[in-house]
């Protein structure tokens, strides 16, 4: 059974950095989108970032200029560089990988980032 192994996520004051990294562990086939989600407390999770296999990147407006996501597809690994954080950046964020093989989407544990000073 794959898993997504999350991490990097923390306490960071605002105008902070952080990295978040999610690896897959075991097999998942023909891995198409990796990505990042995000739900803070009492809203819904939405999207934040999501890439292809060839490395085209998708952005929330809300990120844009401040977030860069990438992928080592020889590592089936996403990282998200998240910067000039704010409070409202506050949320639990969750990778999420999509299989064009099977169309199942997997989902990390999620982990926790809060902006606060």
């Known amino acids: 059974q794959a898993q997504l192994v999350e991490s990097g996520g923390g306490l960071v004051q605002p105008g902070g950095s952080l990295r978040l990294s999610c690896a897959v562990s075991?097999?998942?086939?023909?891995?198409?989108?990796m990505g990042w989600y995000r739900q803070a407390p009492g809203k819904e999770r939405e999207l934040v970032a999501r890439?292809?296999?060839?490395?085209?990147?998708t952005y929330a407006n809300f990120v844009k200029g401040r977030f860069t996501i990438s992928r080592d597809n020889a590592k089936n690994t996403v990282y998200l560089q998240m910067n000039s954080l704010n409070s409202e950046d506050t949320a639990i964020y969750y990778c999420?990988?999509?299989?064009?093989?099977?169309?199942?989407?997997?989902w990390g544990q999620g982990t926790q980032v809060t902006v606060s000073s």
């Open positions: 999420n990988v999509l299989s064009s093989s099977t169309w199942r989407n997997y």
């Open positions: 075991g097999t998942i086939f023909g891995i198409n989108y």
């Open positions: 890439i292809t296999s060839g490395g085209t990147a």
